[in-house]
């Protein structure tokens, strides 16, 4: 018998969301949004440092260059 199921049914949230006029990546956690920093760091030869910060909106972290 051939299951043929959507692994993620149900509503897809994309693990994004707005902050001003900025659609950002949301990290769940502090420590993933951290690493994620490094590389953009790393990646883009980002001078300075990557913040990661708590969303207001949510329960999970964004990177800001500021
Ligand atoms: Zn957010």
């Not at 959507?6 to 049914?9: A, L, N, R």
């Given at each position: 018998m051939a299951k043929i199921k959507?692994?993620?049914?149900g509503v897809y949230e994309p693990e994004r969301c707005w902050v001003g006029d900025t659609h950002k990546i949301c990290y769940k956690t502090r420590e993933e949004a951290e690493m994620a920093a490094r590389v953009a760091e790393y990646d883009h030869h980002i001078e300075g440092h990557l913040s990661v910060y708590k969303c207001e909106y949510g329960d999970h972290y964004h990177l800001s260059s500021n």
């Open positions: 959507h692994p993620k049914s």
